[in-house]
């Protein structure tokens, strides 16, 4: 069974710092990224990494203060939030794509096939 279970979030002053993980279950990922939405907008890419090549790829807002990585023997991507900002409010998705097709653009998310649950990012100023 396909599953994408994302942990992590919280409530945190502005520039502090949050770390999400997402462990997946069930398949093996051409790659694995963390979209966000925030209410009343469109749901964006923030990062993705290809699990096999280990390239990484960010959205221009977040380029400096997020890492995303892998510890592929516990098939799980976490994202490094440092230096939040009050605009980093949100929930953030974890999702992940069997096909290189998929993957491509990386943080074109309309292709993702596999989506987790989600949890909230809250970022005080």
């Known amino acids: 069974q396909v599953q994408l279970v994302e942990s992590g979030g919280g409530s945190v002053q502005a520039g502090g710092s949050l770390r999400l993980s997402c462990a997946a279950s069930g398949y093996s990922y051409y790659c694995m990224g963390w979209f966000q939405q925030a209410p009343g907008k469109e749901r964006e890419g923030v990062a993705t990494?290809?699990?096999?090549?280990?390239?990484?790829y960010y959205a221009d807002s977040v380029k400096g203060r997020f890492t995303i990585s892998q510890d592929k023997a516990k098939n799980t991507v976490y994202l490094q939030m440092n230096k939040l900002k009050p605009e980093d409010t949100a929930m953030y998705y974890c999702a992940a794509a069997a096909s290189s097709r998929d993957c491509y653009p990386a943080l074109y998310g309309k292709n993702k096939n596999y989506w987790g649950q989600g949890t909230q990012v809250t970022v005080s100023s």
């Open positions: 990494i290809y699990t096999g090549s280990g390239s990484t």
